[in-house]
């Protein structure tokens, strides 16, 4: 108790702004403990497992228990653990971050009361009877959190610049993995604890970075591998998800979701130090693996048992919160499999799901959707045989930042279909009625908000899958606004009215979960 209440006097009130000196002088610290050339190529080839555990996995004491659990059933492998931030934290330091640089205090306190809160309940939770460790969570949280509202302090004086967002969000994970770093060593098991920064190195493009993989692999072989070398100690290493830093030590984040991409960078780095381990990275989530659609949308979405990475990674653009988007591009021409399983039933021997490069023989491996959009329709003879047309068209949305995710042509070139995101339409719609470039007096263009289905499968494209998708509209009466395939034959994308988006999906997921 007396703790305790330490700790709370402690935390928040330091007012102080960090000043410029000290963080570069930290930043150099940094780098310069890091920047040792040693290779660590003698290696012996291991079965690692590179786990991900999602912000539900931290939810209560029986959760992290089920992480024990986890940790004596992998007892074979060299265990690498990447957290996620506690369910929901990331949410709330980008709402402090916002509430700092509008200083509106009462909500940036109220806020970060509750982040502080749930990380103090969690170590009540998780090291009730250890004081010992109880006190090391304690000590470790507030000062994070000190930190935290350093930086806070700092939003407040400059507003929001991009690295602040990254450098804060990122305490997120920071706590939740020294949390759990510490719960493994309370239950008897090595844990090396590293922030994401010391591992992987990325670009700077804040909030959305990409790895440079020559320089995560170089850290990795220098701070990871002497761990997985350890030949007398079965050492766990606890990484936090989401987080690099670029060349010159700035906090970067992986986009959000991010704790997966991780996962995927740190199996690749360890694969390019030695091709003889045999790698896999498990992602924990609260399903039971890559479902035909998501539950929330789709009744009775069935398993997929086994997908490649091509098809994984077109679920994975429709938001299936399941996988981020980028992670398989670091892995797959590795052929590194992704195992996505549920956290709460860690022993099936068959119900999850493999990505990999084989692909099991169900034609549809998933629906995805998108709820609304804009599509925009040009259509005029004047475009016909007029090369650069499109070209032009595109090139006054791209520069002006904006993205097209659908394109529909019909081949007499009469008109052009394509949609961009519902937040751009309005203004897509300006931008080309008002062109000097377009000769818009011979055009017509007009602005629908619509919904888009995805059917994805290797062998989609067939005739015979085809047919089953249009029977499946068709019987509930829907006619395809416009339809698009690509050539590499993957994914079959419909667009809908909005109001009949879900009808359709559950149509063609009902027409693929029953025998053809
Ligand atoms: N096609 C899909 N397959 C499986 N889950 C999906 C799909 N689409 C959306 N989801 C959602 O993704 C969630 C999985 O994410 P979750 O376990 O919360 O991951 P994390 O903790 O890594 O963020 C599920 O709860 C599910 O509702
Ligand atoms: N915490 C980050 C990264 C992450 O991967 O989270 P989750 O595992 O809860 O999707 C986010 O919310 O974006």
């Known amino acids: 108790m007396k703790i305790y209440r330490l700790f709370l006097i402690g935390i928040f009130y330091d007012s102080e702004f960090i000043s410029k000196g000290i963080m570069i002088l930290l930043l150099r610290k940094t780098m310069l403990s890091n920047s040792s050339t040693t290779v660590n190529l003698d290696i012996q080839a291991k079965k690692i497992a590179v786990m991900k555990f999602g912000g539900s996995c931290f939810k209560n004491a029986e959760a992290f228990q089920q992480i024990v659990k986890i940790t004596n059933l992998y007892d074979q492998e060299k265990k690498i653990y990447v957290a996620s931030a506690l369910h929901g934290v990331t ?92 719960y493994l060593k309370m239950n008897g098991f090595p844990t090396s604890l590293f922030m994401g920064e010391d591992l992987i190195i990325t670009n700077d493009e804040f909030n959305n970075a990409f790895p440079d993989l020559r320089f995560t692999i170089h850290r990795v072989n220098q701070n990871l591998l002497p761990i997985l070398n350890d030949a007398n100690t079965n050492r766990i290493a606890c990484i936090t998800g989401f987080i690099g830093r670029n060349k010159i030590g700035y906090t970067t984040t992986l986009g959000r979701g991010g704790s997966d991409f991780t996962a995927t960078i740190i199996a690749r780095a360890i694969y390019a130090c030695n091709q003889e381990h045999k790698i896999k990275v498990i992602l924990w989530k609260d399903v039971d693996g890559m479902l035909s659609a998501n539950p929330e949308f789709v009744d009775n979405p069935t398993l997929v048992k086994k997908l490649n990475y091509a098809e994984a990674k077109e679920l994975a653009f429709f938001g299936a919160k399941v996988l981020h988007p980028k992670c398989l591009a670091v892995i797959e021409n590795q052929n590194i499999p992704v195992e996505i399983r549920r956290f709460s039933s860690p022993s099936k021997k068959e119900d999850f799901s493999t990505i990999s490069e084989l692909s099991d023989n169900t034609d549809m491996k998933g629906i995805g959707s998108i709820k609304i959009a804009s599509m925009i329709t040009l259509s005029s003879a004047v475009m016909v ?11 006054i949305l791209g520069k002006n930042n904006i993205n097209i995710n659908f394109i529909a042509q019909s081949s007499s070139e009469i008109a052009i279909t394509f949609v961009v995101d519902k937040n751009d339409g309005e203004r897509a719609l300006n931008l080309l009625t008002t062109s000097k470039d377009l000769p818009i007096k011979w055009m017509d263009v007009k602005k629908d908000d619509i919904g888009i289905i995805a059917v994805v499968g290797e062998h989609i494209h067939k005739s015979s899958n085809k047919c089953r998708i249009f029977r499946a509209l068709s019987e509930i009466d829907l006619d395809a606004i416009s339809i698009s395939q690509c050539s590499n034959g993957l994914n079959i994308s419909i667009i809908v009215p909005i109001k009949r988006v879900q009808e359709a999906a559950n149509a063609i997921n009902n027409e693929f979960s029953t025998p053809n």
Do not use: C, W
Request: no cysteine.
């Open 91 to 182: 949410d709330q330091l980008i709402q402090v971050t916002e509430y700092a640089s509008s200083k509106n205090t009462r909500k940036l306190e109220e806020i970060l009361e509750s982040i502080k809160q749930r990380h103090l309940s969690t170590i009540q939770m998780i090291f009730k009877s250890n004081l010992e460790h109880q006190l090391e969570a304690y000590n470790g949280i507030k000062n994070y959190l000190a930190e935290l509202s350093k930086v806070l302090n700092e939003v407040n004086e400059f507003g929001i610049i991009p690295y602040f967002i990254d450098y804060i969000v990122a305490f997120g994970e920071k706590m939740s993995t020294f949390l759990l770093h510490l």
């Open 385 to 395: 045989k007029e090369s650069g047309f499109v070209g032009k068209i595109f090139s």
